[in-house]
């Protein structure tokens, strides 16, 4: 269960969080029309707050709406500024973050022209997104039957609530055969990206993932090529099938949510030693003591509250 906060932003103003409702009506419950992100933000050593990339993640809202083509009535400034104020209200000092812009009451159909964009925002307290088992030794993952998006078909580069129903589809139908993750294909073939996670393989210490054509433009995923190029990595984006997968050295996925978490099995079939291997630890450590604070060289990533 969502462990409940107090309050949550809802257009422009802080709702308790047991009467941030919506009328049944509301479009995008119907047809999977609304956009939305998901932002941490992390305790750092010295006791203060910091969301982890504000910036990127308001202009990428804004980006998979004007990929929808919605409109939404307010500026990335205020939403910035409402979720800063929202995580003061409810005194979260460590949180997941969730703003959605949707289509609300109005017509019905597929043609919904004058139906309001309503905004909401809600935090919430989410630990390890994949167990923090998960996190410290790895997890397994097993290839979904479901295929990620064709380009198109469903358009990656915006976050699309609808989209996920091929995400949740893979994650159950994995789980149900006792593995902690689906890792879905493209159309191709290719490995594209998990239910909600992009992904990283390591084979003679370079760093390699997939391009952006069928996956979520990542931040995390962002943030690990930069950290991975500062510390000399080679990095590359490039397409890899899932046998070259399955004889990586090391592998991991990233992610709001799943952060980064270590792969240590893939259809039943060992990577690496099995553990997290020395680049994704090295790169955990980095990524956690940036979030953490700890790391002055990318502060400008952290809005401290
Ligand atoms: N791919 C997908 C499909 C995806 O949903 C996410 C985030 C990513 C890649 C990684 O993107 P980024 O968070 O910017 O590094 N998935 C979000 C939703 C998770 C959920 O269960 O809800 C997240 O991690 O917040």
Same mark, same amino acid.
């Given at each position: 269960?969502?462990?409940?906060?107090?309050?949550?932003?809802?257009?422009?103003?802080?709702?308790?969080?047991?009467?941030?409702?919506?009328?049944?009506?509301?479009?995008?419950?119907?047809?999977?029309?609304?956009?939305?992100?998901?932002?941490?933000?992390?305790?750092?050593?010295?006791?203060?707050?910091?969301?982890?990339?504000?910036?990127?993640?308001?202009?990428?809202?804004?980006?998979?709406?004007?990929?929808?083509?919605?409109?939404?009535?307010?500026?990335?400034?205020?939403?910035?500024?409402?979720?800063?104020?929202?995580?003061?209200?409810?005194?979260?000092?460590?949180?997941?973050?969730?703003?959605?812009?949707?289509?609300?009451?109005?017509?019905?159909?597929?043609?919904?022209?004058?139906?309001?964009?309503?905004?909401?925002?809600?935090?919430?307290?989410?630990?390890?997104?994949?167990?923090?088992?998960?996190?410290?030794? *790895?997890?397994?993952?097993?290839?979904?039957?479901? +295929?990620?998006?064709?380009?198109?078909?469903?358009? @990656?580069? %915006?976050? !699309? #609530?609808?989209?996920?129903?091929?995400?949740?589809?893979?994650?159950?139908?994995?789980?149900?055969?006792?593995?902690?993750?689906?890792?879905?294909?493209?159309?191709?073939?290719?490995?594209?990206?998990?239910?909600?996670?992009?992904?990283?393989?390591?084979?003679?210490?370079?760093?390699?993932?997939?391009?952006?054509?069928?996956?979520?433009?990542?931040?995390?995923?962002?943030?690990?090529?930069?950290?991975?190029?500062?510390?000399?990595?080679?990095?590359?984006? *490039?397409?890899?099938?899932?046998?070259?997968?399955? +004889?990586?050295?090391?592998?991991?996925?990233?992610? @709001?949510? %799943?952060? !980064? #978490?270590?792969?240590?099995?893939?259809?039943?079939?060992?990577?690496?030693?099995?553990?997290?291997?020395?680049?994704?630890?090295?790169?955990?450590?980095?990524?956690?003591?940036?979030?953490?604070?700890?790391?002055?060289?990318?502060?400008?990533?952290?809005?401290?509250?």
């Amino acid at each position: 269960m969502v462990e409940k906060a107090k309050k949550i932003w809802m257009d422009g103003k802080l709702v308790n969080w047991d009467e941030a409702n919506v009328h049944i009506l509301t479009h995008s419950l119907h047809y999977g029309m609304a956009v939305f992100e998901g932002i941490r933000c992390y305790r750092c050593d010295d006791g203060r707050s910091a969301v982890f990339r504000l910036k990127e993640h308001t202009d990428r809202l804004f980006d998979s709406a004007h990929i929808a083509q919605m409109e939404i009535p307010f500026s990335k400034d205020e939403i910035n500024n409402a979720i800063i104020e929202l995580l003061k209200a409810n005194d979260l000092k460590e949180c997941y973050i969730r703003p959605i812009a949707f289509l609300s009451y109005g017509s019905m159909g597929l043609f919904p022209k004058e139906n309001p964009v309503k905004v909401a925002i809600a935090a919430w307290q989410w630990g390890a997104y994949l167990g923090e088992e998960g996190i410290k030794k *790895g997890i397994r993952v097993k290839v979904s039957s479901f +295929t990620r998006f064709h380009v198109n078909n469903m358009m @990656t580069k %915006a976050k !699309i #609530t609808g989209h996920y129903v091929n995400s949740i589809m893979a994650k159950k139908e994995v789980v149900a055969m006792g593995y902690d993750e689906a890792l879905l294909l493209d159309t191709d073939g290719y490995v594209s990206e998990g239910s909600g996670e992009n992904i990283f393989m390591v084979k003679n210490s370079i760093l390699k993932t997939t391009p952006l054509t069928s996956v979520l433009n990542g931040i995390t995923r962002d943030s690990v090529m930069r950290i991975a190029r500062d510390k000399g990595i080679t990095v590359v984006e *490039g397409r890899f099938t899932r046998d070259e997968l399955y +004889t990586a050295d090391e592998a991991f996925f990233t992610g @709001t949510a %799943a952060e !980064i #978490t270590p792969i240590r099995e893939v259809d039943n079939r060992q990577i690496g030693k099995g553990r997290p291997g020395p680049i994704t630890e090295a790169i955990q450590k980095i990524f956690f003591d940036i979030v953490l604070g700890r790391e002055k060289k990318y502060q400008e990533w952290l809005t401290c509250l």
